[in-house]
């Protein structure tokens, strides 16, 4: 069972349409259905999709290694466990934040007081970004999306790195975690298509 086949299964678990999986995470309905057919797509769309499944690639193929349906424990894993994606640029971090209803956020291994100012100045811009997305012209989203990505070079300059998680609920609530760590945090695991996670529980 190639990857899209395992996305199909864990959608229909979810008793969601193509249409309902492509709007939860970001990605044309057309996509979903390349990936359920052919199991191919891009790193950061499959990492949209399994975000809006609230799986990871490991905990898919860990969870269909038998082809059968997700068992009682699986089941319960699945639920309990999120992924974090590390935010490389602010081009994705605005796309994780644009038209969210709730923002969550903590920073975690800021060992200096310029640590803890540049991450609070980041927080601070990233909640003012959220509140006026919906009413501001592309234009100045693109001016945001520059001013996102120079501020998390400076944390990247200070050793530190950026995970975000969106989710969408039946409701299509949007809520998004924003989390730092230092890039040196053992918790942080490299996973096949090669970005950078944070393992969580929500």
Not at 47 to 53: P, Q, R, V
Not at 71 to 98: C, H, P, W, Y
Request: charged fraction near 30%; proline fraction near 0%.
């Amino acid at each position: 069972m190639h990857i899209g086949n395992k996305v199909k299964e864990l959608r229909n678990l979810k008793l969601w349409t193509q249409a309902q999986l492509a709007e939860s995470a970001k990605v044309s309905e057309r996509t979903v259905r390349r990936l359920e057919a052919t199991g191919k797509a891009e790193s950061a769309t499959l990492l949209s999709i399994l975000n809006a499944l609230e799986t990871n690639l490991a905990e898919l193929e860990s969870l269909f290694d038998n082809e059968d349906v997700l068992k009682d424990e699986g089941k319960q894993k699945f639920a309990d466990t999120k992924f974090l994606q590390r935010v490389m640029n602010g081009r994705e971090l605005a796309r994780m934040i644009s038209s969210v209803h709730s923002f969550g956020y903590d920073y975690h291994d800021c060992n200096t007081e310029e640590q803890i100012e540049v991450v609070q100045g980041f927080l601070a811009t990233v909640a003012d970004v959220i509140d006026i997305w919906n009413m501001i012209e592309i234009g100045q989203r693109f001016e945001l999306e520059i001013m996102l990505n120079e501020q998390i070079k400076q944390l990247e300059e200070r050793g530190l790195w950026i995970f975000g998680l969106r989710q969408v609920n039946n409701d299509n609530w949007i809520t998004v975690v924003i989390e730092i760590y230092s890039k040196d945090n053992p918790m942080i695991q490299k996973v096949k298509i090669d970005q950078g996670f944070m393992q969580v529980k929500l």
